[in-house]
């Protein structure tokens, strides 16, 4: 079992910064593809930046290309989501999730099995 707990979410002026981090515990970050998801009431929730083991190999969907950056501290077993140049439509909760060995896409849902409760992100123009 994998329990992951978010932080670092709250409000921001559009072109700012935020940082989000993920704290794991119950397993290595190494070991395990992690991923950032987000999610705004009535849409599906949507793979952000993944970050994978051997390399590591990092993937990231069009619209944050660019400006996101997803990492991992092996040592502190955390991932992080480096947000910069943030807009308005990146308002939403974002979850960070763990693999647990199906594979459907970095940037799949079905890939990830263990999901933490979220924190709120809101970008105000």
């Known amino acids: 079992q994998v329990q992951l707990v978010e932080s670092g979410g709250g409000s921001a002026q559009a072109g700012g910064s935020l940082r989000l981090s993920c704290a794991a515990s119950?397993?290595?970050?190494?070991?395990?593809?992690m991923a950032w998801f987000r999610q705004t009431p009535g849409k599906e929730r949507e793979g952000v930046a993944a970050i994978w083991t051997g390399g590591p190999r990092t993937y990231y969907a069009d619209s944050v290309k660019g400006r996101f950056a997803i990492s991992r501290d092996n040592a502190s077993n955390t991932v992080y989501l480096q947000m910069n140049s943030l807009k308005p439509e990146d308002s939403a909760m974002y979850y960070c999730?763990?693999?647990?060995?199906?594979?459907?896409?970095?940037?799949?849902?079905?890939?990830?099995?263990?999901w933490g409760q979220g924190t709120q992100v809101t970008v105000s123009s």
């Open positions: 999730a763990a693999a647990a060995g199906g594979y459907w896409g970095p940037l799949d849902r079905r890939s990830y099995s263990y």
């Open positions: 119950g397993d290595a970050v190494s070991t395990r593809c």
